[in-house]
Every structure is written in structure tokens, then in C-alpha cells.
């Protein structure tokens, strides 16, 4: 399945496939466009497109990713498990045992350089060119999100830096509170990679914001990868063709040529910090005022008739929570790599993805949960986790009622709870002390004697023979029923994996 090579490829394809609603009607994008995406997404509804947002002539493109469908459209896969499955393959590669290994691993090889970035001389990002007294913020239809907001917030953005040691390209979405006309807070938090860069600079530090990407590119800015992997060219990778970038016109940057948007500008390192905040987020909480660095926009480069992008976070689900889901699904392979006695793991959208982990796994040894557990809290984003449900392989992670009998069933508290401190989301308002506190972890897996147990017993189960009867003489019965899938005795609603709303 082809994906597509910009914003408007991408709203055709929605558009195809029914997935996106046309909204004529002038609307307020302080706060009642939030209102009608809220109740739209808790639907399960259709991408929107607002054409005449109130107080700009910019039409504002927003639920792009609210549902499982239409991140699978946006990769081009049936399931988002096909993607981590790619990237599984790379992981995983090995010395090629026989030519045909051999030429397996140089088509891989050459798919992974032929997704770098490839730098052109023009540009549709840069039809439209606004500098000094022309720069105006104001002209984009920003949305102000919830009642509490200080202002109103770039909220889908891709923020281009550089680190000044290596010279690194760093693409990451932070969001951005529009402070004046020519000027944003930046709110690079304390864990990410544009606050390092930041805080690496000397003097002036130039950045650019691309805004309006294709759907890959825009995923690819929200990603944990590692400082030392370029999102831009994991983006190509995904896409099947590298991402075109064209030289800003006042940064000595690189931008995406086909965005629909982009802010240049820069960061003055000494100078006097922003407030920024209250802000909704995804917490289901307002994150209070901070401090953060000051962008000051140089220069706005649009296409013609561009399309500005944006997203609302809140109490969750809300159109984010499939940005996670993708994430969870396409570094499982990572993960197991790092932990290969992992089977599968889960970030319930309901926890806000941090809160919570469930983990299955091949326990091979007493304490073998625990020792995940560890591995865990000491892995990338993954470390900020405050929760760790560990189970037997054999539970799905997926089926919350599942994993609940097998915590009540399984658990002694005194024995099975682990509660330790580490590091905690820069926006997590629980802790006592920001940045730091307490983790807890629940070993819900079947316990052995060398775990000071007594005598485990049996899970009740069918026997095979009775199951496959049963399931061949269904319809004799008059239950008027479809034949429900054997559960071998486990509590389970359903292998599917959809959001609990």
C-alpha cells in the first residue's frame, strides 16, 4: 500500500477512503474547535478539516490519527505490528549464512541508505515568503485548547535543531505557546533532546519549525529514537523514499520541502526566559507555568493555499493516543531486543502511556520479574514509567481483564511488590519533587517453590477433545449465538487490541 508524499496526498487518501468530514461552517479555534474534536474522536469519528477557522484565512486539518485505521492508512499496513515487523528486520540482521542471506541483507542495506534525506534546490514549503514586519503568528489559525490555557498553542509541530558538538540533526514536537507576533515559548522539557542541543549552545541557536507534513514525517518528530538516528531519514525509511529537504531561507537548516508550513528563527541562549503555561496536556491535567527559551521567528515560508495542522491532548483517549499505540507497536522489536525475554508489552492510552507498562514474559528463573522490572526503568523513555505489571507469556497484555484476574490471582503484596525511585515524566504532577519519585512493580506471574511459595496450583482448563466437540456441534444447541472463542479457562473479553474508553 503506497503512502503518502505530502499533507495533501494524505488528505486525498482520507478523503478516499471516507475518513475525512469538510467543515464549512466558520469555527472559533479557541476552544470550540477542541469541543467538537473532543466528541468526535470519543466517537471514533472522521478527520477533520475546518475551511474557514474564525480569524484566519488558513484552513486547520485536526483527529488525522484518531483511530487504528487511519494510522495504518498513514504507514501503508494492515496492522501497525507489519511496521515494527520492518524495523524488527534491521534489528535483527546477522552475518549472511549463503548467498541468499547475502542478498537479503544488501536489500536491506541499500533500503536504509536510500532513505537519507535527499536536499533539493526548491522547494513548495517556500512559495510563499514572509520576513521581518510580515511576520505574523496571527495569520495561523492556533488553536487555544482548553479554558485554563494561557494562550493559544502549536500543539503538531516538527522542530528542527542541530547539536552544535556533532552537528546532529535533532527533529522533535514540542509544543510551542505563541507569545507576540514574532515569538514563541519552546517547551523543550528537561528529558528530550532539543532541551540537550539547547543547552549546548553558546550564543544564538537557529531552528526551524516545519508544520503540514505527511503523515510519517509528523510521526517520525514525535518518536523516541535515539539522539544518534536522524527522524527524517527513519521517516524515508518508513515511507519507502527519502524525505526532500530544501536550505532555510534566514537558518543555515534544512527543511521538509512539501510541508505546508514553516517558522524559522532562532533561540537566543542569554536570553531571559519565557513563562510558559498552564497548559491542558495529555496528563488530564493542566502542567503549570514554567519557565522555557524564547523562539523568535525570522521568517514564515508557506506553500499556496497552505494547511495548518494541529492536535488536542487532554484526558485521554484523545486523537494522541494512537500516536502512542504506534509507538508502543513499532519498538516492540527494540525492546526485545534489549530484553529479549520480553513477549509483548502494552502502554494503556487510559495510563497516558507513562503511567503504566504491562509486560509479559518467558520467566525463566525465580526473580526473573523483578530482574524486567529493573531493565525496564532503565530504558530510554521507558525509564520514566511509574508502573510495571509483569505476567506469564501465555497472557495477552492487550485484554485488561485478563491481566487483572492474573494480578488478584497471582499477587502476594508482601512478596510481589517491588516499590523503588527514579526518574518521572517532566510533566507529572504527583511526585513530591519534580522529575524524581516513587515506581512500583507487581510481579503477577505463576510463582515457584524457590520463590518461597507453597504448592502452586493448577489453572482450571477444558480438555481439548471437549473443546473441539463443543465447537463441532455448536449449532445443535439452539443458542442462537456466534460460537464465542475457547478461553481455556482464562477471564479474557477479547484478544482484540482496541482502546478502553
Known amino acids: 500500500m503506497a503512502t503518502a508524499r505530502d499533507l495533501r496526498d494524505w488528505i486525498a487518501l482520507l478523503e478516499r477512503e471516507g475518513e475525512l468530514v469538510r467543515v464549512s461552517a466558520e469555527v472559533d479555534p479557541k476552544l470550540e474547535v477542541t469541543e467538537i474534536v473532543d466528541r468526535t474522536v470519543r466517537a471514533d469519528g472522521p478527520a477533520l478539516l475546518f475551511e474557514n477557522p474564525k480569524g484566519s484565512g488558513i484552513p486547520l486539518l485536526i483527529n488525522q490519527f484518531g483511530t487504528e485505521k487511519r494510522m495504518c492508512l498513514a504507514f501503508g499496513v494492515e496492522s501497525l505490528d507489519d511496521i515494527a515487523a520492518k524495523l524488527g528486520d534491521i534489528l535483527e540482521m546477522q552475518p549472511p549464512d549463503g548467498l541468499a542471506a547475502k542478498v537479503r541483507g544488501l536489500k536491506t542495506l541499500k533500503s536504509i541508505a536510500d532513505s537519507r534525506p535527499k536536499v533539493v534546490k526548491r522547494g513548495a514549503s517556500q512559495e510563499v515568503v514572509l520576513r521581518g514586519d510580515e511576520v505574523d503568528l496571527g495569520r495561523l489559525p492556533v488553536q487555544t485548547c482548553w479554558p485554563g490555557d494561557a494562550g493559544p498553542f ?5 522542530v528542527i535543531t542541530r547539536d552544535p558538538r556533532t552537528g546532529q540533526r535533532n527533529v522533535g514536537m514540542y509544543r510551542m505557546q505563541v507569545l507576540s507576533p514574532r515569538s514563541t515559548a519552546m517547551h523543550w522539557q528537561i528529558h528530550k533532546d532539543g532541551r540537550a542541543d539547547y543547552l549546548f549552545t553558546e550564543g544564538r541557536m537557529e531552528v526551524a519549525v516545519a508544520l503540514g507534513l505527511d503523515p510519517i514525517s509528523a510521526y517520525s518528530a514525535s518518536a523516541p529514537l535515539p539522539k544518534h538516528i536522524d527522524e527524517f531519514m527513519m521517516a524515508g525509511f518508513l515511507r519507502g523514499e527519502p524525505l526532500e529537504l530544501v536550505k532555510g531561507v534566514t537558518v543555515d537548516l534544512e527543511v521538509p520541502a512539501h510541508a505546508e508550513i514553516v517558522l524559522e528563527g532562532y533561540v537566543e541562549k542569554d536570553e531571559e526566559l519565557a513563562i ?23 521568517a514564515i515560508t508557506m506553500r499556496k493555499d497552505a494547511i495548518y495542522p494541529s492536535i488536542v491532548v ?5 486523537e494522541d493516543a494512537w500516536l502512542g499505540k504506534a509507538t508502543e507497536r513499532i519498538f516492540l522489536p527494540a525492546v526485545k531486543m534489549t530484553v529479549p525475554e520480553i513477549v509483548d508489552y502494552d502502554l494503556p492510552v487510559a495510563g497516558a502511556f507513562h ?25 530510554g523513555m521507558l525509564s520514566l ?10 497472557v495477552d497484555v492487550h485484554d485488561y481483564a485478563q491481566v487483572m484476574f492474573y ?28 522529575f524524581v519519585g516513587g515506581k512500583i512493580g507487581i510481579d503477577a506471574t505463576a510463582k515457584g517453590p524457590l520463590e518461597g511459595t507453597r504448592e502452586w496450583p ?21 443458542l442462537g449465538l456466534t460460537v464465542p472463542v475457547a478461553g481455556n479457562g482464562r477471564i479474557s473479553q477479547s484478544s482484540r487490541r482496541v482502546l478502553r474508553h
Open 458 to 478: 493448577p489453572e482450571i482448563e477444558m480438555s481439548d477433545e471437549v473443546r473441539d466437540l463443543v465447537d463441532r456441534r455448536w449449532a445443535e444447541y439452539g
Open 314 to 318: 487532554g484526558k485521554p483517549p484523545q
Open 385 to 394: 514509567t511509574k508502573g510495571i505489571v509483569v505476567v506469564d507469556e501465555h
Open 407 to 434: 494480578v488478584g490471582a497471582n499477587v502476594d503484596p508482601k512478596r510481589d511488590v517491588v516499590i523503588t525511585e527514579g526518574p518521572l515524566d517532566h510533566l507529572d504532577h504527583a511526585p513530591t519533587l519534580q
Open 355 to 379: 503511567n503504566l507498562c504491562i509486560v509479559s514474559i518467558k520467566k525463566a528463573f525465580p526473580g526473573h520479574a523483578k530482574k524486567v522490572m529493573h531493565a525496564i526503568w532503565g530504558l
Open 276 to 298: 510558559e503555561g498552564p497548559f491542558g496536556d495529555h496528563t488530564g491535567y493542566y502542567t503549570p507555568a514554567e519557565q522555557f527559551p524564547v523562539f523568535n521567528v525570522t
Open 154 to 158: 502549536i500543539t503538531l509541530p516538527a
